[in-house]
Nanobody, 115 residues
Framework: QVQLVESGGDLVQAGGSLRLSCAAS????????MGWYRQAPGKQRDLVAS???????TYADSVKDRFTISRDNAKSTVYLQMNSLKPEDTGVYYC?????????WGQGTQVTVSS
């Protein structure tokens, strides 16, 4: 079965950096499109960044020029490098993939940015 396991969340001061990782199993990772979503307290889950199987990336306007999504197909892992973090980046970050129109999610990793 499909499994996505996130790690790397932490408490960090504004201006700091974190790198999130998502290890995938149960899928042919090299052909999977992957995404990172963020859910702030009391808000909906929103797409932060995505990367296609060919490496094309997209970003939410709020994180452009600060966050970088990347993938390592040999490790079946997708990363989210987050720089210049702001308090509004606080939330639970979820890894995502879509297989045969079905959404799969990890358990999430908490990122808290203090001001």
């Amino acid at each position: 079965q499909v499994q996505l396991v996130e790690s790397g969340g932490d408490l960090v001061q504004a201006g700091g950096s974190l790198r999130l990782s998502c290890a995938a199993s149960g899928i042919i990772f090299s052909i999977a499109n992957m995404g990172w979503y963020r859910q702030a307290p009391g808000k909906q889950r929103d797409l932060v960044a995505s990367i296609t199987s060919s490496g094309r990336t997209t970003y939410a306007d709020s994180v452009k020029d600060r966050f970088t999504i990347s993938r390592d197909n040999a490790k079946s892992t997708v990363y989210l490098q987050m720089n210049s973090l702001k308090p509004e980046d606080t939330g639970v970050y979820y890894c995502n993939t879509i297989l045969r129109s079905q959404y799969f999610w990890g358990q999430g990793t908490q990122v808290t940015v203090s001001s």
